[in-house]
């Protein structure tokens, strides 16, 4: 099974993008609050792109997608 970040729990879609290109990954600020409002982290912005975290490296999820944990939304 191919793990898609789409259907990772840490997966976080920027709002109107529905291609998802900009969406981020929350896996690096699990203590980061979540707005009671719209959801998302309080500090958005600041979270890496999903596409950044794919790639190699010590603190990414990298290709195999070492931090991918299947979400529960359906």
Do not use: I, W
């Amino acid at each position: 099974m191919t793990k898609y970040c789409v259907n990772c729990k840490h997966f976080r879609p920027k709002l109107d993008d529905e291609h998802h290109e900009f969406a981020r990954c929350s896996v690096s600020t699990r203590n980061n609050p979540t707005s009671l409002v719209t959801g998302q982290p309080k500090d958005f912005y600041l979270l890496p792109y999903c596409e950044v975290m794919r790639l190699t490296g010590d603190d990414k999820c990298g290709p195999d997608a070492l931090f991918y944990e299947e979400t529960t939304n359906v």
